[in-house]
Every structure is written in C-alpha cells, then in structure tokens.
C-alpha cells in the first residue's frame, strides 16, 4: 500500500480551509509543526492544528519538527490526529512517548534528520507505526531530494521487512514527479510532497500524477 500525504507548508496558510478543499484526494494531509527550536521556522501549533482538524474530515499526519517533543506530542494525538511523528533527536523517552501517542488512539511515527544514523533507533522499530526519513535538512519546502538518502530509505525497508513489514516507511522532502520513484526503487511507501502538490495549478491533479508513476 502506497500513500500519498500532501503538506500543508506550501499551501496559502491565509486560506488554509480552502486549501484543504483542493486536495480531496488525498491519503492524509500533512501538517509541519515547526517551533523555530528544533528548525529554523516556525509554523503553527496545537490551536491552529486543531482548526485544521474540525476543517476537514481527512486523516492528520503530524509531523512535529519542535524541542521537548515528550511533553507536546500527545496533545496532537488526543485532538484526533491519525498519526504523530517526533523527532527521535527531540525525544528523551521515545519508547513511553510512543506508548503515550497510541493510548490516545493515533499512530505513532518517528522521525530522523540526514545526518541522523539510523541503527542506533532501530530496536524501536518495532513499536512504532511509521518511520519518516527525512530526505532534506527539515525546515523548509521547496528543498532538493537528497540521493545520499536513499540507502538509508533502504535499510529502513530492509528493517521494516524483517520484522514483518507492519511498519510504513515515509520519505519527507523534494518528492516530486521526478524523484518519487527512485524513493519508491529504495523502499518507501508513504510520500510527503509539499511544493509538487501545492504549487500545481490543480493539486489534487498532481496527487493522482504522483500516484499513477507509483502504480
Ligand atoms: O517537513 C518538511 C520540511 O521540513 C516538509 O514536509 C516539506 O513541506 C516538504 O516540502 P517539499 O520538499 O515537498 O516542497
């Protein structure tokens, strides 16, 4: 199962309930909440993403870029997001923050930056629903698919199978027309695209491009 989740970052955030109208199509919408802490940005936070939540009866996929992540995440499960994603680098105790996320009924995701190794945060696999490797330095939209990424996308699927392949694999970052299937040859399964969906003259159009190269 693929699954295509637009993000939010390059829509016109002055219209952001008409923007969610143009993306009918998505598999869940994508929300950057950055804290201008762990990023160098700042976006939004719980009252605007719960706005979001009562705008649109698509699943939420969280993607939290902020510190202190352990004391912030569950607020994002508990007002009806689909999935939470962290950043293992602003976690202290991922193992009870994931357990905290699904008690509260969502999806629990890990995060980690490209200069983030991966082996070391695999024995979490396991209890994790997601695992985002990001394929730019968080932050911004608008960036360049990093190809250095793709061995880590492939032993995260390597990971991922072994343990018997319950665990989505998500790519976040210049995922475009272009770059998507190389992701996809590498092992990921579940796409973020921002500027590749929102900067279409018809983005939920772009979505069903994206989705047709993946079929
Ligand atoms: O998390 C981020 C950026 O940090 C992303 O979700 C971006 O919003 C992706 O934008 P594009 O690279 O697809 O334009």
């Known amino acids: 199962m693929t699954a295509i989740n637009p993000s939010i970052l390059s829509a016109d955030f002055a219209n952001l309930a008409a923007e969610l109208g143009r993306i009918p199509s998505s598999d869940a919408v994508h929300v950057d909440v950055m804290d201008n802490h762990f990023v160098p940005n700042l976006t939004m936070g719980l009252p605007v993403v719960k706005a979001i939540r009562e705008a649109t009866s698509l699943p939420l996929d969280i993607h939290l870029m902020i510190d202190e992540a ?8 508990e007002l009806g997001a689909e999935s939470v994603t962290f950043h293992v680098e ?48 968080p932050g911004f939209g608008g960036q ?20 018997g392949g319950e665990v989505a694999v998500q790519v976040d970052g210049g995922i475009n027309r272009e ?16 500027s590749a ?19």
């Open 90 to 137: 602003a976690s202290q105790r991922p193992r009870q923050l994931i357990r905290d996320l699904k008690s509260h009924g969502a999806k629990a995701a890990m995060a980690i930056k490209p200069k983030t190794a991966l082996e070391p945060h695999l024995d979490l696999l396991s209890e994790l629903d997601m695992l985002l490797v990001m394929t730019v330095e």
């Open 197 to 215: 969906v929102f900067g279409a003259e018809d983005p939920d159009a772009a979505i069903e491009g994206l989705r047709q190269l993946l079929a």
């Open 144 to 163: 360049a698919f990093m190809d250095e990424m793709l061995p880590k996308i492939t032993a995260a699927r390597r990971a991922v199978d072994d343990l």
């Open 70 to 77: 352990d004391t912030w995440a569950p607020g994002y499960a």
């Open 179 to 194: 770059t998507i299937l190389r992701a996809a040859e590498a092992g990921a399964d579940t796409f973020v695209a921002g």
